[in-house]
């Protein structure tokens, strides 16, 4: 049996407590959201909610946190077994669902903060415009221009009031290519980084980048 | 002193105005070929059917997000 206090310890002392009791939705669980959902749960964030109608296959292994033992599994199912591998706290709630207009409210509705982590431009289209119109005032963090490697520097987070999109909102995919380990794993994590600084902003009293 | 002429903005870039434009026609003048995108005028989002019916007011700042593949 795992001791909470001591499995959390050496957290930090003002954020720490805001992500547990936050709950954070990630939209797909491939490439983005294994390693989104995989940060957060290792940072500390109390609650997922992960919706993904996929299963995990061979060609997934170049980028997304999942194990040839895996191939043929739900993606939720095989991400949430993954995380509790690593952190017996964190609840998650797996949907094996394709999110549409219509289950967006009931899948996601009570959570703080939605991550798009989803591959194709419609879905990712689909669930930023239903988000703005039906939660205004909660953030929404997407990507867009992920593909390729290296240009480190063209990879930055855009603004637009509530929505956040991170990527170089350039770089197209070529056929055939998937998206590459090292740069879909930087920009989930920038997505997973400004989801911890939405909840905890550093100009918060007595909270700083220590 | 020349009058500046009616403009208006598309991510960072001058555009001529006019009377009648709609949002459509700003993805047009600035030859954006991607279909999937996040728009908004003025800070307002604007619907996926309403690109050819919302109107862009004189100096109005219009930000255009591709949305791309990939994840």
């Known amino acids: ?210 | 002193m020349i009058m500046d002429r009616p403009s208006f903005i598309v991510n960072g870039h001058k555009l001529p105005w006019q009377e009648g434009l709609v949002v459509r026609d700003a993805l047009t003048m600035m030859t954006y070929t991607f279909k999937m995108l996040v728009i908004k005028v003025n800070g307002k989002l604007v619907k996926k059917g309403d690109y050819d019916s919302t109107p862009i007011p004189l100096n109005a700042e219009v930000e255009v997000i591709h949305l791309i593949s990939g994840g």
């Not at chain 1, 043929?72 to 609840?91: M, Q, R, T, W, Y």
């Not at chain 1, 939605?114 to 689909?126: G, P, Y």
């Not at chain 1, 990507?143 to 240009?151: D, E, P, V």
């Open chain 1, 1 to 210: 049996m795992i001791d909470r206090e001591a499995y959390f310890s050496k957290r930090h002392p003002i954020a720490f407590p805001i992500w547990q009791r936050a709950v954070i939705g990630i939209a797909g669980a491939g490439g983005l959201g294994s390693i989104v959902a995989s940060s957060l749960a290792r940072a500390g964030i109390g609650k997922l909610i992960i919706a993904d109608f996929d299963t995990v296959s061979l060609e997934n292994l170049n980028r997304q946190q999942f194990t040839l033992q895996q191939i043929g599994e739900a993606k939720v199912h095989a991400l949430a077994s993954n995380i509790a591998g690593f952190n017996p706290f964190i609840a998650i709630e797996p949907h094996l669902v394709k999110v549409t207009p219509a289950n967006i409210d009931a899948l996601f509705g009570g959570c703080d903060i939605m991550i798009e982590a989803f591959d194709d431009a419609d879905q990712k289209e689909m669930l930023i415009h239903k988000w703005m119109e039906n939660y205004p005032a909660k953030p929404i963090i997407g990507a867009s221009g992920i593909s390729g490697y290296g240009n480190n520097e063209s990879i930055s987070i855009h603004r637009y009031d509530k929505l956040y999109i991170v990527g170089d909102l350039q770089s197209k995919l070529e056929d055939g290519i998937s998206p590459i380990a090292t740069r879909v794993a930087i920009i989930a994590n920038m997505q997973a980084n400004l989801a911890l600084e939405l909840l905890a902003p550093h100009n918060q009293e007595g909270n700083d980048n220590g």
